[in-house]
């Protein structure tokens, strides 16, 4: 079993940046791929980006790619997404994912555990 709690999102003017971590607790937490999934009001959930258990490979959504990164720190059991060049429609709630497999799932059946969610909202 793996928990995940999320934290950082607030609240952030239109080009501004935010980082926004997942702590992850559980044995094998760090042997995971991780991901960062978001949801806006009326939207369904969608990819925003993942990281393999090294951390060696990463994908992103097109939407996001060049703007976020997202990054894991193994000893902290601890996955960020930095988010720069935030647009009003990066506003959701953003979710951080664990992933048993390592085949690359970028929906949300392909993950096996969830925190809870944390708000990002952009102002225009």
């Known amino acids: 079993q793996v928990q995940l709690v999320e934290s950082g999102g607030g609240l952030v003017q239109a080009g501004g940046s935010l980082r926004v971590s997942c702590a992850a607790s559980?044995?094998?937490?760090?042997?995971?791929?991780m991901g960062w999934f978001r949801q806006a009001p009326g939207k369904e959930r969608e990819f925003v980006a993942r990281?393999?258990?090294?951390?060696?490979?990463?994908y992103y959504a097109d939407s996001v790619k060049g703007r976020f990164t997202i990054s894991r720190d193994n000893a902290k059991n601890t996955v960020y997404l930095q988010m720069n060049s935030l647009k009003p429609e990066d506003t959701a709630v953003y979710y951080c994912?664990?992933?048993?497999?390592?085949?690359?799932?970028?929906?949300?059946?392909?993950?096996?555990?969830w925190g809870q969610g944390t708000q990002v909202t952009v102002s225009s």
């Open positions: 994912a664990a992933d048993r497999s390592n085949v690359v799932a970028t929906t949300p059946l392909g993950y096996d555990y």
């Open positions: 559980g044995r094998t937490s760090s042997s995971y791929a």
């Open positions: 990281i393999s258990w090294s951390g060696r490979s990463t």
